[in-house]
Each structure stands twice: as structure tokens, then as C-alpha cells.
């Protein structure tokens, strides 16, 4: 079984930052992408960022250039840094691991507002 525990989320004005961590336990394979997901009130989940284990990312339009993803292969971690927020990046926050299946976190808040 894998668990994911995420951290980081919270209240902030427009134009500050945030960062998201993600610890992964269990059982979990070498290679494998870890990665953030989130969904906003009243629309579907979307992919935010992900990266892989070789450190190959991938970037939603909407955040490239104000959000970067990264890891710790050791401690089974990735985190989400997030400048320049804006009131549209509110949403639900939540981190996952793909291997053998995907395993997802419980979420995190993270609201952009003055």
C-alpha cells in the first residue's frame, strides 16, 4: 500500500508564493512520476505538473514560468513551488504517484485571495 501525505497549502495574497510538499510511503517502485493535480470549485481535475524519476517535468500551460516542480528521489518527496500566484489558481491541491497504479493524496487548499 502506498500513502501519500501532503502539506503546504494555505491562504495567500495575489502575487505571493506557496510551496506544496508531498511525502510518499510504502511500497513503491524506483522509477515512477510523482506530481500535483488540482481542482477548482464546480470544474474537473487538472493536471498541474509532473515529474519523473530521470527529472523530465511537464507543465500546465496556465502555470509555466510561475510554478516548478521537483523531488527528492531519497526521501520520496516532491514539492510544488508556487510564485506569482493568482486568484485563479485557487483550488484543491493534490499530489500523486504513478507506478504500477496511481495513488493520490487527501489534498491541500490553497486560496489566492486579497
Known amino acids: 500500500q502506498v500513502q501519500l501525505v501532503e502539506s503546504g497549502g494555505g491562504l495567500v495574497q495575489p502575487g505571493g508564493s506557496l510551496r506544496l510538499s508531498c511525502v510518499a510511503s510504502?511500497?513503491?517502485?524506483?522509477?515512477?512520476?510523482m506530481g500535483w493535480y488540482r481542482q477548482a470549485p464546480g470544474k474537473g481535475r487538472e493536471l498541474v505538473a509532473k515529474i519523473r524519476t530521470d527529472g523530465l517535468t511537464t507543465y500546465a500551460d496556465s502555470v509555466k514560468g510561475r510554478f516548478t516542480v521537483s523531488r527528492d528521489n531519497a526521501k520520496n518527496t516532491v514539492y510544488l513551488q508556487m510564485n506569482s500566484l493568482k486568484p485563479e489558481d485557487t483550488a484543491v491541491y493534490f499530489c500523486?504517484?504513478?507506478?504500477?497504479?496511481?495513488?493520490w493524496g487527501q489534498g491541500t487548499q490553497v486560496t489566492v485571495s486579497s
Open positions: 500523486y504517484l504513478q507506478t504500477t497504479g496511481w495513488y
Open positions: 510504502g511500497m513503491i517502485f524506483s522509477t515512477n512520476t
